[in-house]
């Protein structure tokens, strides 16, 4: 009994961190139609990213009541709460970013559209380093920090990178005008915060790992 | 009558199962892996048992050490005893109900005249160390053992949390059981050679002792489920805070050793095999878990061990019985002169100990191997421990943790903080301070550290091969490039983002008035009373805000004049008080 009870805790989980997974292969989709002007293609990727974001709440507080109804690890729980809550941030941001995209329309001069498309890989190469490291936690815990670097890594590149972008937005682009540069900043630091969030996981999983290790 | 006199026995057995269940099931409940009660349900029964199925061994030992043979003598050896443990946990010392019993025994012996067998306590005394010193010796091999099953196994945290869960409630049930096996000697062994009668129920007679061990039980189990509930929470959360894995080794170890010396069988077992026979004596839990803890430190390789506090636990440990012999010394003579209570016959008791069957007369060099063994396995564990560890030099830089040959340097867990003996003090050095908060932030500033130790090595190697550039143009690209990469890092938004965030954290937010009062305030002027909350001076603040030592006078002279401050207020001063 116990143990098909842990088998769908597990489940859950894994199912947890696909929704997550899956969430960033779309927002990558979803900015790389926008930019190339798949109008058809970005509106299917919001659609299917909203879904996601409600069945991944769904599924995280499932997993958060399981936690606490069973009295599952009981000095864990409160890690790993916090650790559930961080990803689905994650996800969060992802969905409201390409909302961004749309409601906003950001007018993005093609010279630019290959930097932003490598800024948004940079990003989601972060975010994307942080799930296996999430995984590892919870059955192999000494191997987190092997994989914990990738993140930091893709983060700091992500920032350099960014930073790049702006300066050519600001000094190497004088048809735009300053609220067209501002606009477009803004949308740099938006796909900047899913690499920000994935160093905050990071951040996380290197303290939980170390209080798991035995 | 005899109920009367029995009562100071069942108040030792209700004391030590109120008190020692914890060491049982104290993590299990503390950290609500085990509902307290089922912890109790099984604890009870295991202990009534254990008491009532293996009792007999370890009383027989203590009935040797001095027969007290009259129920008055039996009454004032247990009520002395009781008294004394009572006393010194009262006193936050460190004490022992075996030590406690095993004084008032002799201190029975001094006041009668009766013999004491000298052998028989130079076995009881030896073997208060050699119980610690096997609990550590199977704590570091469970715990070696329970580390390779972990990492090698790989498996699922929850699926391991079920099996820990179950694991500690057989250990719990095994530990309870061996504590009443080997501490029910402790409660009734003064009584049995005092009683003297048989219980009937039906065709089957039952002999006293065996109704003293179940009534000895009986009274444990009474303690765990009346009283043990609060030292069960206490142990978990409090003074020996240790994860569950930890919790599982600690308490298999020390019913292993109690169940070691409390069993004919596999001592008859030994001996068939050639062996010195294992001494049947009883052990106090609470030293075999300090013995336990010190071995899974020696494992992790916990090396500030607090020697002093060490000894002044193995100090209140001997101090117990000349306290317990003392006060039995005067309350006989008390007793027997101003009650005209008799506390011994000359007459020997019917179950005199050489009727029974197990042997019991124990040369003393059998215990002597036993214990030179045990502490040749403590002796390699070291040398194997030092070896391991020896060479990393590096150790030693790193005083809030310990070095892990496989994952590099990691912070003491919270397991040794507060270990057991003394409620309040740790038998392994603690790091103060050492919260989850102050690790993150610790581990945080290790990190930040390493980031800012990369970019300087990127910059002095970036530099190197400019001054190895033949080209002028060459040369002053690269420098070019170091300038934009030293420009970036000044302007590294989410860096300074993230100090004002911590800083924040530090501090606290601004007081609420000031914040009212200057509504208006900017971005700048906000950060700018932060950092004058922290106590920087201007020069120090310039870098910090991105601008000249000049512009911070002037952005204080506007901040005094938003915040309405008179000529004579001090700026600084009106910050840190609002």
């Known amino acids: ?121 940079l990003s989601l190469s972060a975010a994307e380093a942080v799930i296996p490291a999430a995984k590892s936690y919870f059955n192999q815990p000494a191997a987190v920090s092997e994989k914990i670097h990738r993140v930091y890594f893709y983060e700091k590149e992500t920032d350099v990178f960014a930073d790049v972008v702006r300066r050519k937005i600001f000094k190497e682009m004088p048809a735009l005008g300053l609220s067209e540069k501002f606009h477009l900043r803004y949308f740099t630091l938006h796909i900047e915060t899913i690499s920000d969030t994935a160093e905050k996981v990071a951040d996380l999983l290197t303290i939980m790992a170390i209080k798991r290790i035995v | 009558m005899i109920f009367l006199f029995l009562a100071s026995g069942l108040f030792l057995g209700w004391s030590l199962g109120a008190n020692d269940a914890g060491n049982v099931f104290g993590t299990a409940v503390g950290t609500g892996m085990i509902k307290f009660r089922k912890a109790a349900i099984v604890a009870g029964l295991f202990v009534i048992l254990g008491a009532t199925l293996q009792g007999a061994g370890a009383t027989r030992t203590l009935s040797q050490l001095g027969s007290v043979n009259v129920l008055g003598g039996a009454f004032t050896v247990a009520l002395c005893a009781a008294t004394v443990v009572a006393w010194m946990t009262y006193k936050n010392l460190p004490v022992s109900t075996s030590q406690a019993i095993v004084g008032a025994i002799i201190g029975w012996c001094f006041f009668t005249t009766s013999p004491v067998d000298y052998t028989t306590l130079v076995v009881i005394m030896t073997s208060w160390l050699t119980g610690p010193v096997l609990g550590a010796v199977f704590a570091a091999l469970l715990y070696l053992l329970m580390r390779t099953y972990i990492r090698k196994s790989r498996v699922h945290v929850i699926k391991l949390d079920g099996r820990i869960r179950v694991g500690l409630l057989v250990a719990g049930a095994f530990g309870a059981y061996s504590l009443g096996a080997n501490n029910i000697a402790n409660v009734m062994g003064v009584f049995v050679n005092a009683s003297n009668y048989t219980v009937q129920i039906g065709n089957l007679i039952i002999p006293s002792e065996q109704v003293l061990f179940f009534a000895g039980g009986l009274a444990i189990a009474a303690g765990i489920l009346t009283y043990s509930k609060r030292v069960m929470l206490t142990l978990g959360k409090g003074v020996l805070e240790l994860t569950p894995e930890t919790a599982l080794v600690v308490v298999l170890s020390q019913a292993l050793v109690l169940f070691l010396f409390s ?12 062996l010195p026979p294992i001494p049947l004596v009883p052990v106090s839990s609470t030293q075999v878990i300090v013995g336990s803890l010190i071995g899974i430190g020696m494992v992790k390789g916990v090396q500030e061990i607090r020697f002093k506090l060490l000894g002044s636990i193995f100090g209140g440990w001997l101090l117990t019985p000349f306290f317990a012999g003392g006060l039995t010394f005067i309350s006989l003579y008390v007793i027997s002169n101003v009650f005209e209570i008799p506390v011994m016959s000359r007459q020997q008791a019917v179950n005199a100990p050489q009727d029974l069957p197990v042997h019991f007369h124990f040369p003393a060099y059998p215990m002597v191997l036993w214990l030179f063994l045990a502490l040749l396995v403590v002796a390699l564990f070291a040398g194997g421990w030092y070896f391991r560890t020896a060479g990393q030099g590096v150790r030693s830089r790193y005083p809030l943790g310990q070095w892990d040959g496989n994952n590099g340097y990691r912070p003491l867990s919270g397991e040794f903080l507060g270990a057991e003996g003394i409620p309040g003090k740790a038998i392994i050095k603690p790091e103060p301070g050492l919260s989850d908060t102050n690790r993150n932030a610790v581990v945080k500033h290790a990190l930040h550290l390493s980031d800012e130790r990369r970019f300087l090595e990127s910059m002095r190697d970036s530099l190197e091969q400019a001054q190895r550039e033949p080209e002028l143009q060459k040369k002053n690209e690269r420098i070019q490039g170091m300038l934009t990469a030293l420009h970036q890092k000044m302007n590294d938004s989410a860096e300074i983002r993230r100090f004002y965030m911590e800083l924040e954290t530090a501090i606290g937010p601004l007081p609420s008035k000031l914040t009212a009062a200057g509504s208006h305030l900017t971005v700048q002027e906000k950060k700018l009373a932060l950092l004058l909350r922290l106590g920087l001076s201007s020069k120090d603040i310039a870098p910090l805000l991105g601008i000249s030592h000049k512009s911070v006078d002037i952005a204080r002279y506007r901040l005094r004049k938003k915040l309405d401050l008179r000529k004579e207020d001090n700026l600084i001063q009106y910050i840190n008080t609002v």
């Open chain 2, 263 to 274: 069993s004919s069988a596999l001592s008859a077992f030994v001996v068939r095999m050639g």
């Open chain 1, 1 to 121: 009994m116990f143990s098909s009870r842990s088998n769908k805790s597990i489940e859950l989980i894994d199912g947890f961190f696909n929704g997550v997974d899956q969430s960033l292969l779309i927002f990558k989709e979803g900015v790389k139609n926008y930019l190339h002007q798949n109008t058809a293609s970005f509106a299917n990727n919001l659609q299917e990213l909203a879904k996601l974001e409600a069945e991944s709440d769904l599924i995280r507080r499932k997993i958060e009541e399981t936690l606490y109804t069973q009295s599952l690890m009981p000095q864990l729980r409160g890690d790993i709460w916090r650790l559930l809550e961080e990803l689905d941030n994650l996800i969060d941001l992802s969905k409201k970013n390409l909302f961004q995209f749309d409601v906003e329309n950001p007018l993005i001069p093609e010279e630019l559209v290959l930097d932003f498309i490598k800024l948004t890989q």
